[in-house]
């Protein structure tokens, strides 16, 4: 397959690349590195020295024989992503170019606005280049399990039929998303259905859980030469890879609130298995369908507990905190996501376990002079 992988530089995008790489498809990147200029916004940096994207393509490149190409490009300069579509006729695009934090969207208006403007008009602006340049090209859109909220009912995927007054429709889910970010999201997902019911394009919204872990076959290869962006930052750090690095820092995993919030999660192996289960296995034309893309889910208090003692088992005495919650969000509720749809394709979940945490531990604890303290304790707040 011809895939285009947008945001190929980031935490998810660059693996993902090398996975289709290695299994023979041709494959594009596209980053703006719009990332490196928010972590300097708030002076984070990746726990882990990453090459630039041009060294590890470089090194990839001449390493295997399947070559990646790469594009420096923004999804908000239109003509940009309109004529690489006609150049390159993709067959499948993988979109994970947008902002992906929370705690950045709720930091000040700029952000917030930034996000939605990055987010929304970026995806709108593939939507228009996919109708004209490559309709029968499928779209793999990366959305967030925390689109839905936590509502008081079961969570299904995407869709929900509904009963009123006697009559009876399949309408989109409603959610109910925690900040401006998730917001952006929902926006997209809004955006993509209806390109799809008008145009009759063909998407897949990946509504995933929180990603954990470094490692992935093809990043094993050369760690220190194609290795991905590991934050553990309070703005970036997703909160397995900050929990397990205030582990190593002997420092307490900071649980927010009662710690009872539920959430889902997924190995970054698994992301990739995801990526690659819904492009070879494409919706129908003018489809659009959703799956939920998370192997397991948990309080934040299971989490902690599930690192403390796999920290235990590698002679590491952790423990953690209670703190005030920067979050305005339900920390007592209902939480049945469903997540059938990729396990029928064929995805056999990771389980995150004492087991599976403990190659990342290991890890972090080779770059453990690296580790900042100050980067952990919240500091953007919901309630400004
Ligand atoms: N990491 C997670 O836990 C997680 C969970 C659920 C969903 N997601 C979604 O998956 C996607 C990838 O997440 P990630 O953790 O790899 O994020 P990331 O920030 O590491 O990667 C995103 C990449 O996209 C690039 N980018 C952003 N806006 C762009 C634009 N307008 N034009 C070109 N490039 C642009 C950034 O420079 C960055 O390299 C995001 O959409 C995110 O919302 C991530």
């Not at 063909?202 to 991905?228: A, H, R, S, W």
Request: proline share 5%.
């Amino acid at each position: 397959m011809k895939i285009l992988i947008l945001g190929g530089n980031g935490y998810l995008g660059w693996p993902t690349s090398l996975f289709f790489s290695k299994q023979g498809h041709e494959v594009s990147i596209v980053d703006n590195f719009v990332k490196k200029k928010m972590e300097l916004e708030f002076g984070f940096k990746p726990l882990i020295p990453t090459k630039t994207l041009h060294k590890r393509v470089d090194c990839w490149n001449k390493n295997q024989n399947n070559p990646i190409n790469f594009y420096v490009g923004d999804l908000l300069n239109h003509r940009f992503i309109k004529d690489l579509l006609a150049d390159i006729r993709p067959e499948v695009i993988v979109h994970y170019a947008e902002q992906p934090s929370a705690p950045y969207s709720m930091s000040n208006r700029e952000r917030a606005i930034f996000t939605q403007q990055n987010n929304v008009m970026g995806n709108l602006n593939l939507l228009f280049a996919i109708k004209k340049n490559c309709p029968d090209a499928h779209l793999v859109k990366l959305g967030t399990l925390g689109e839905y909220g936590t509502p008081n009912i079961d969570i299904e995927e995407g869709w929900l039929n509904v009963e009123h007054n006697g009559r009876k429709d399949r309408m989109l889910y409603p959610k109910k998303p925690g900040s401006f970010y998730h917001l952006s999201k929902v926006h997209d997902s809004a955006n993509i259905e209806f390109a799809c019911r008008i145009w009759d394009l063909k998407c897949t919204d990946l509504n995933q859980g929180v990603v954990y872990g470094n490692f992935t076959p093809e990043i094993d290869l050369d760690f220190e030469n194609l290795c991905t962006s590991f934050h553990y930052d309070e703005v970036f750090g997703t909160i397995i890879n900050r929990f397990c690095t205030q582990s190593v820092a002997n420092y307490p995993l900071t649980v927010y609130g009662t710690g009872n919030q539920k959430r889902g999660y997924i190995n970054i192996i698994d992301t990739i298995n995801c990526i690659n289960l819904a492009s070879t296995n494409p919706p129908k034309k003018g489809e659009f369908r959703v799956f939920n893309q998370f192997t397991d889910f948990k309080s934040l208090n299971e989490m902690a507990e599930v690192i403390i003692k796999s920290s235990k088992n590698l002679g590491i005495k952790a423990k953690a905190k209670k703190i005030q919650n920067p979050r305005k969000e339900m920390e007592e509720h209902y939480y049945n996501p469903k997540n059938t749809s990729l396990i029928s394709l064929g995805l056999k979940p990771i389980k995150f376990n004492e087991n599976t945490i403990e190659k990342d531990i290991k890890l972090i604890t080779k770059y453990k002079k690296n580790i900042d303290q100050e980067y952990f304790m919240p500091t953007v707040k919901w309630e400004i």
